[in-house]
C-alpha cells in the first residue's frame, strides 16, 4: 500500500494549517514503514536501545490517545500499550507486528482527527494530569507536530540503516 502525502496548504487559516502539518508528518512516518517487513520493522537502531520504526509507530499511537482522548476528550482509558502509563513500553516492538502496531496507530488517529474535528475551536482545553495545567487544542496540535517531526527525523536514521532509503 501507498501512502498518499499531501502537503500542507500555503495559504489556510490557523486550524487548517495546523490539520495539514500534522496530517503531513503522519503521512511521513508511514511512508518511512513502507515496503519493510515485520523484521525489518523491528530492526533496533543500536543496542542498548530499544529504537525500531516499528516502536516509534507503537509510541506515536501511545501520544494520539494520550492528548486527544485523554487530554483534550477527558477520557479516562489506559495508554496502549502500557496499563501502567509507562510510555517507554510502546518503544520495545520485540515481539510486535505491523498489523498490531499500525492498527492501533491508524485508530487512535482517526480519535484525534474525530475530536479535532468536533471542537469548537482551537482554544477548547483539557486537563494535563502530569501538571494539572489546562492545554488548549492549539498546543496540542502545535506539540504533536514537534513530536511527530523529531520522530520522523529518527525513522530517517532508522530506514536508511535497514536498506540505504533517504529522503522519503
Known amino acids: 500500500m501507498t501512502t498518499e502525502r499531501i502537503g ?16 503531513y508528518h503522519r503521512a511521513t ?10 523484521e525489518d520493522l523491528r530492526r533496533q537502531s543500536m543496542p542498548p536501545s530499544t529504537l525500531s520504526l516499528l516502536g516509534l509507530v507503537r509510541h ?22 502500557s496499563d501502567e502509563g509507562d ?7 520485540t515481539s510486535a507486528t505491523r498489523s498490531q502496531a499500525f492498527d492501533a496507530w491508524q485508530a ?18 483539557g ?3 502530569r501538571t494539572g495545567e489546562d492545554v488548549s487544542l492549539r498546543m496540542v496540535m502545535l506539540h504533536m507536530m514537534h513530536e511527530y517531526a523529531r520522530h520522523n527525523g529518527h525513522a530517517d536514521f532508522l530506514r536508511e540503516g535497514i536498506d540505504g532509503t533517504v529522503g522519503v
Open 8 to 23: 500542507p496548504p500555503v495559504a489556510a487559516g490557523e486550524r487548517e494549517t495546523l490539520r495539514g502539518f500534522l496530517d
Open 29 to 38: 512516518l508511514a511512508m518511512k514503514c513502507e515496503g519493510l517487513t515485520d
Open 60 to 81: 506515536m499511537a501511545e501520544v494520539e490517545r494520550a492528548w486527544f482522548r485523554r487530554v483534550i476528550n477527558g477520557q479516562d482509558i489506559p495508554l496502549v500499550w
Open 87 to 93: 510510555f517507554q513500553v510502546a518503544y520495545d516492538a
Open 108 to 125: 487512535e488517529v482517526e480519535h484525534a482527527r474525530r475530536i479535532e474535528r468536533e471542537a469548537e475551536s482551537l482554544d477548547v482545553t
Open 127 to 129: 486537563q494535563w494530569a
